[in-house]
């Protein structure tokens, strides 16, 4: 199955600041997907994107499938976006997304 | 429409005591994945099932089991509880495809002692 490789592992923001977090693929993906996982444990989805780029609020991501990668930009950061963000993807004849191991964010006051 | 529901969302079981875990997807999703999340070894896919059939499995052993119902909502099993087996588990539902994303319910914490 496909690798998929996010990074920055960590990252640690102060209230207000932007930041930019990237999922890499080791083959072509569908699907595509990002989520933010809140403290109780649920998947939250962000986006569905499995190309071009879309925009939700604060949020935006852009996926550009041929050179197989994807970018969450989030803005302005809140304390509330603390959490950890996941991107996942099929790829081929699989409909089972395989997932990065996340970024883990936190956002201070 | 209404999310994914799991169901409980708590448990503490015994080791070697078996448990059942219940997942209703969204309305006319008919594609049930499940996912087991630990610190160390991050979400690892468990197994999917479409139209009552088991079509993808993961690399886990027979102790986990499912099953799917002709309404789609899926249970899964784990037989024999290990210490190991505490973990956060997650259910996935998505239409035919994949095409939509997969869409997570709030997840079933287990911990076995």
């Known amino acids: 199955g496909i690798q998929v490789e996010q990074s920055p592992p960590d990252l640690i923001l102060q209230e207000g600041a932007n930041s930019t977090l990237r999922c890499n693929f080791s083959d072509s993906v569908n699907n595509l997907q990002w989520f933010h996982q809140n403290p109780w444990g649920q998947l939250i989805n962000l986006f569905y994107?499995?190309?071009g780029t879309k925009q939700n609020g604060r949020l935006s991501a852009t996926t550009v499938a041929t050179e197989r990668y994807s970018l969450l930009y989030i803005s302005s950061s809140q304390t509330t976006d603390s959490g950890v963000y996941f991107c996942?993807?099929?790829?081929?004849?699989?409909?089972?997304?395989?997932f990065g191991r996340g970024t883990s964010l936190i956002v201070h006051p | 429409k209404a999310g994914v529901t799991q169901t409980p969302r708590y448990l503490i079981k015994t080791r070697g005591q078996q448990v059942t875990l219940s997942c209703s997807p969204i309305?006319?999703?008919?594609?049930v994945s499940w996912y087991q999340q630990t610190p160390g070894q991050g979400l690892q896919f468990l197994f999917e099932y479409f139209s009552e059939t088991q079509r993808n499995k993961g690399n886990f052993p027979g102790r986990f089991s499912g099953r799917q119902f002709s309404n789609s909502r899926s249970e899964m099993n784990v037989s024999t509880l290990e210490l190991g087996d505490s973990a956060l588990y997650l259910c996935?539902?998505?239409?035919?495809?994949?095409?939509?994303?997969?869409?997570f319910g709030q997840g079933t914490r287990l911990t076995v002692v």
């Open positions: 996935a539902s998505s239409e035919a495809g994949g095409v939509g994303g997969a869409f």
């Open positions: 994107i499995p190309s």
């Open positions: 996942a993807g099929t790829s081929g004849g699989s409909y089972i997304p395989t």
């Open positions: 309305s006319g999703h008919r594609s």
